[in-house]
């Protein structure tokens, strides 16, 4: 089982003719993906070699042609930031029902309106700024590396892609049922308690990696939700314990100001809901190492 994305989705890339876009059709396509096409207006009915077991796949105008010729119930979104917002509001129209927006620089008002596009409609966002998500051995829809893990029974969420790929690796042998990074701007679609809440209702998931970060406080948010909603064992960890203060570290969103929205506040903040705190992400993947054993 998995959450969102399942070797059943068909996946059509947005920017696909684009160099980064063509890039990580190659690579998804290598991890099992199914791709079912490429979006890039101008160039409909155009093709895309991708060589031997993959062959040409088609090229169509819009998102709207795709869905109808394909039956894509995903969108991966490889364009430049100038374009993002056109491409995601696109793909909301479309109806499409997974859009993952892996475009970084995405003004923020930009992101603000597709957001507000996509309420009570029946697209998700991943993202954006974000690596995708992955369900290992069964699908991969942006760019985390599909040979670093195996398929398991962990749920993994974070907001840094690095760190999505360091768990990912540290806990290989166990393996997950999806890794979903969420991405760390100001604004993003899907949270933190979305996928909380995904994994606790999916039977595949016998234990949930949240990862956070220093800045605002969805992980206080999430917090409160693990407490009231989620049976299943929770292990966190929050980057940024050694930022200064005032500082803008890394991500858009990750911004602190006095004891608001500091690493030691999301810990303890996580800590008193009963999830287990690690001190470093190879900490973190100890504590999960023990859930799983137990488990087993």
């Excluded at 059943?8 to 876009?21: A, L, R």
């Excluded at 991969?140 to 962990?154: E, K, L, S, V």
């Excluded at 929770?234 to 890394?250: I, L, R």
Aim: net charge negative; charged share 20%; glycine share 14%.
């Amino acid at each position: 089982m998995a959450i969102w994305l399942t070797e059943d989705s068909k996946i059509i890339v947005q920017g696909m003719t684009g160099s980064e876009g063509r890039k990580h059709t190659d690579r998804m396509l290598a991890a099992g993906s199914k791709i079912v096409g490429g979006v890039t207006p101008g160039k409909d009915g155009q093709q895309v070699d991708f060589g031997p077991g993959a062959g040409p796949l088609p090229v169509f105008g819009s998102v709207g042609k795709a869905v109808a010729e394909t039956g894509a119930t995903v969108s991966v979104v490889f364009v430049p930031p100038k374009f993002a917002k056109a491409a995601v509001l696109e793909a909301i129209d479309a109806g499409i029902g997974l859009c993952v927006a892996i475009t970084e620089g995405i003004p923020v008002h930009d992101t603000a309106e597709f957001w507000a596009a996509a309420q009570g409609q029946d697209t998700r966002i991943i993202g954006p700024n974000c690596p995708g998500l992955i369900s290992p051995g069964a699908s991969n829809a942006g760019i985390i590396p599909a040979d670093i893990a195996r398929p398991g029974r962990i749920g993994l969420v974070s907001k840094s892609g690095t760190l999505t790929y360091q768990m990912m690796y540290e806990l290989r042998d166990i393996g997950f049922s999806t890794c979903v990074g969420i991405g760390g701007d100001p604004v993003i679609g899907t949270t933190h308690i979305d996928a909380l809440a995904a994994f606790q209702a999916d039977p595949g998931t016998d234990a949930i990696v949240m990862i956070g970060e220093i800045g605002g406080d969805a992980e206080e948010r999430a917090a409160e939700y693990v407490r009231d909603h989620v049976t299943k064992p929770v292990v966190g960890y929050v980057a940024g314990f050694t930022a200064p203060e005032g500082k803008t570290m890394g991500h858009a969103g990750a911004i602190v100001s006095g004891s608001s929205g500091t690493a030691q506040a999301k810990k303890d903040a996580l800590e008193a809901a009963g999830v287990r705190v690690g001190k470093t992400p190879s900490g973190t993947a100890h504590l999960m190492r023990e859930i799983m054993t137990a488990v087993r």
